[in-house]
């Protein structure tokens, strides 16, 4: 397969988008520290992708991933924020997924909104954890290095889009749903 011309080139832009997705993280993560953002696109792509950054916890846990990205067109928004945003919830649910479980991720846009849904099988999201994604309700940031602390970067990030996040707890496990006010690149040319 190395020698495949098709192969490499497909390698090739995946390493190029996954090094401006890191340049892109990096870029989220100061943002959240510094405040400000620049508006930018998402593509279905940059959704695509994240299955791929997400293998080495699904191999090891043997989670089965269900991927269902219905985003057909390019939307103006933050793209590597909500990026970096389905990252870290995807991560969290292959985590707190049991062994040989499954992890869903949906993505929809419909009337101006994005909504990114992401749902696990574990035990539960302690209602103290599921608040680190509501910055309204005035949980200060865990310490460095302790359990949180990616939730609560995590709903800085969806604040500063504007977005809400509902925390559902179904029959098992944890289903997180983001929602996002987008436009289109047909609606920016339009103004």
Request: hydrophobic content about 40%; aromatic content about 4%.
């Amino acid at each position: 397969h190395r020698d495949d011309p098709e192969v490499l080139s497909k390698s090739l832009d995946f390493l190029k988008r996954g090094l401006a997705g890191i340049r892109n993280v990096v870029r989220a993560a100061l943002v959240t520290y510094k405040g400000g953002s620049g508006t930018s696109r998402l593509t279905p792509t940059d959704l695509d992708d994240l299955p791929f950054l997400v293998q080495h916890e699904t191999g090891v846990r043997r989670v089965r991933l269900n991927w269902r990205n219905e985003i057909a067109a390019p939307l103006i928004v933050d793209g590597p924020t909500v990026r970096q945003i389905t990252l870290n919830l995807l991560l969290n649910a292959c985590s707190a997924s049991p062994f040989g479980g499954q992890v869903t991720m949906e993505a929809v846009c419909s009337r101006g909104l994005l909504q990114i849904a992401v749902t696990d099988e574990g035990p539960g999201l302690p209602e103290n954890m599921a608040a680190l994604l509501d910055p309204s309700s005035q949980v200060t940031a865990p310490d460095h290095g302790s359990k949180g602390l990616g939730l609560w970067t995590t709903g800085n990030l969806i604040q500063r889009l504007h977005g809400t996040t509902v925390v559902e707890r179904p029959a098992v496990g944890t289903r997180i749903v983001v929602t996002f006010p987008v436009g289109t690149d047909g609606a920016r040319h339009a103004a």
